[in-house]
């Protein structure tokens, strides 16, 4: 019964390097969504993927940061040029298609915590 | 621009008593309104949610009220139990259905035996 598998569960950066987060949704979940935790703070939307299309990415950094989710393999959060306020969990979901977008009923994952040194 | 908010940090409860935990939202053009609950080191996990045209929703021991002309919705745990203890996230989700949720800040829960 695999959950939403997010890797690498820790990272730690020197400034100005690249950070990749990965992200295999639940099976039969076609919907990936990833949010950022910052310290002391909620979770903020970033961006809403399905196969090979970004659906909305209202809540991505203009700069630096992009993300994808290719027709085979995990979606990925690529962060360039890390800056010391990058640091942060950031939390991917999965939901079929339909239920999130319609209820906002998502499944995340454990996270992956970024830290920028 | 905080549209969700949580205005307690934290909440203390007796093991069987009542936990309520609050959450104000400033958007009228939320359609559901969800509660996630999180551990340490794990992600949310979905708990419950109530949908704009309902005032009330249970499920078990947690219900969801909304008052839409206060623009409140609150969290009631009955009875409350050790392993209730975590950090609640009040969530609201806009029409756009791209899945996109305004999370507030976060509630701590403690409920001692």
């Known amino acids: 019964n695999a959950g939403v598998m997010q890797n690498p569960r820790h990272l730690v950066r020197r400034r100005g390097q690249e950070a990749r987060l990965r992200c295999s949704p639940m099976?039969?979940?076609?919907?990936v969504y990833w949010y950022r935790q910052l310290p002391e703070e909620g979770l903020k939307f970033m961006v809403y993927?399905?196969?090979?299309?970004?659906?909305?990415e209202s809540g991505m950094p203009k700069e630096r940061f992009s993300a994808e989710f290719p027709k085979e393999g995990p979606s990925i959060l690529r962060i360039q040029q890390v800056v010391r306020g990058d640091s942060a969990a950031y939390f991917c979901?999965?939901?079929?298609?339909?239920?999130?977008?319609?209820?906002?009923?998502?499944?995340f994952g454990e996270g992956s915590r970024l830290t920028v040194l | 621009d905080q549209q969700v908010k949580q205005n307690s940090p934290s909440l203390s409860v007796q093991e069987g008593r009542i936990s309520i935990l609050n959450c104000d939202y400033t958007?009228?053009?939320?359609?559901?309104f969800l509660w996630y609950k999180k551990y340490p080191a794990e992600g949310p996990t979905f708990l419950i949610s109530?949908?704009?045209?309902?005032d009330k929703n249970e499920d078990g021991r947690f219900t969801v009220f909304l008052n839409k002309s206060a623009k409140h919705l609150s969290l009631h745990i009955v009875p409350s139990q050790p392993g209730d203890s975590a950090v609640y996230f009040c969530?609201?989700?806009?029409?756009?259905?791209?899945?996109?949720?305004?999370f507030g800040q976060g509630t701590t829960l403690q409920v001692k035996p």
């Open positions: 969530a609201a989700k806009g029409s756009s259905n791209t899945g996109k949720l305004i």
């Open positions: 099976k039969g979940h076609s919907h």
């Open positions: 958007n009228s053009m939320f359609d559901y």
């Open positions: 993927l399905q196969k090979e299309n970004i659906i909305d």
């Open positions: 979901a999965s939901s079929p298609p339909g239920t999130g977008g319609n209820t906002g009923e998502l499944f």
């Open positions: 109530i949908s704009s045209i309902k």
